[in-house]
């Protein structure tokens, strides 16, 4: 009853305060992650430490869900169409992030913590792959909000569309090296990427063979009620049978919205009821959950390090941003302006930082990974808008009438 009771005012109280933040003119999300903050052990105390060691059933459930989403942004004419510049910008930007973030984290960890190599690699890796995803929730308000128009708005939609695969991808091989490392075990290059092979090519069959099957079983859903049913109990199977084959599980519930979204239009079919019954609920009790990690005395002591991730992080995607246009010819607008848009971070990368902690290898250090991270997500969500609005308005896409 307890649990029960904590879930209830979760759910009401992030609904508040997202409410709050939409008069703010702040995403909702932004209103989830001060509930969560607010209600946390460190602060409130509403919810209580016992509740978060036994809240992995919450986030994992989440994770399939916003990871199905992302995947369905993906069919292949609309990733066709996005052209050239879209795909080099995307991998300019997210690898520049993840590799610039990795070596200034090491820097940091080596030279001012004193922490010893293999931990400070170690540790660094992860947040550099926490770098490259960004949340598209806060650019595409401002988008909506403004009706802005123009090349830089096309090219934001389409990075921050494949951003998040980008960032798992990434996410796979910084968590990798980082388990070698944390556990002592020596690193064998070709394992390792056998390893990587098995579990993103692995997770990408297994998320195909649950998006057909589940292609199929929607000729029989005759209410979208039932598409609700059909959809999450396919997710939910997904994650867990690629938990058990040991390959990716979110690439692989990405996977199963890949190859719903490319099944003629078989999405139509899935995105109204998903977007209308269950996006919000879902959104709600994974952001005030995953905030709620957040340990305030944690994250004072650890304020530089949030400050250092968040402008190495913008550092490499205007950098990457920069390369990546100019190598494909992108007009000189998007080069200068579109790093601004990609500012706010959120969603995911939470979710990522919290599976690195739930593995027992990072039980030590993970608090630091989702306090940081977390720390850092209230930063991008807070200026991310104003970033974004920035970005838009200096490249003259935006309309005020």
Known sequence: MENLFEIGLILLIGYLFGNLANLLRLPRVSGYILAGIVMSPSLLGFIDREFLEKAELITHASLSIITFLIGANLSWSKVKRLGKSIAMITLGEAELAFLLVSLVMTLYFSLIMGEGLSLAVALALLFGALASPTDPSATLAV?????????????????????????????????????????????????????MGYQIFGALIVGAVAGILMFLLGRFARRRKEVITLTVGTLFLTFS???????????????????????????????????????DLI?????????????LRVLLGFFPMVVVYVLSRFAGKF?????????????????????FALFPQGGI????????????????????????VIGATVVHELLGPVASKFALSRAGEISEG
């Open 143 to 195: 988008i909506h909000e403004f009706r802005s128009r123009g090349p830089l708005t096309t090219t934001v939609l389409g990075v921050t569309a494949l951003d998040d695969a980008t960032g798992i991808v990434n996410f796979v091989l910084g968590f990798s090296i980082a388990l070698a490392l944390l556990s002592g075990t020596s690193i064998d290059f070709l394992s390792l990427l056998g390893n």
């Open 241 to 279: 049978i690629a938990r058990m084959l040991g390959v990716d599980e979110l690439l692989s519930t990405m996977s199963v919205g890949i190859t719903i979204a490319n099944l003629g239009n078989a999405w139509e079919e899935f995105e109204k009821p998903l977007e209308n019954y269950v996006e």
């Open 283 to 295: 959104f709600t009790a994974f952001f005030v959950v995953g905030s709620a990690f957040l340990d």
């Open 319 to 339: 950098a990457g941003t920069y390369i990546g246009g100019h190598l494909s010819g992108a007009p000189e607008k998007v080069k200068r302006y579109l790093a």
């Open 349 to 372: 990368v939470i979710g990522l930082a919290l599976l690195a902690y739930q593995n027992q290898e990072f039980k030590e250090v993970g608090s630091i990974l989702v306090n940081v």
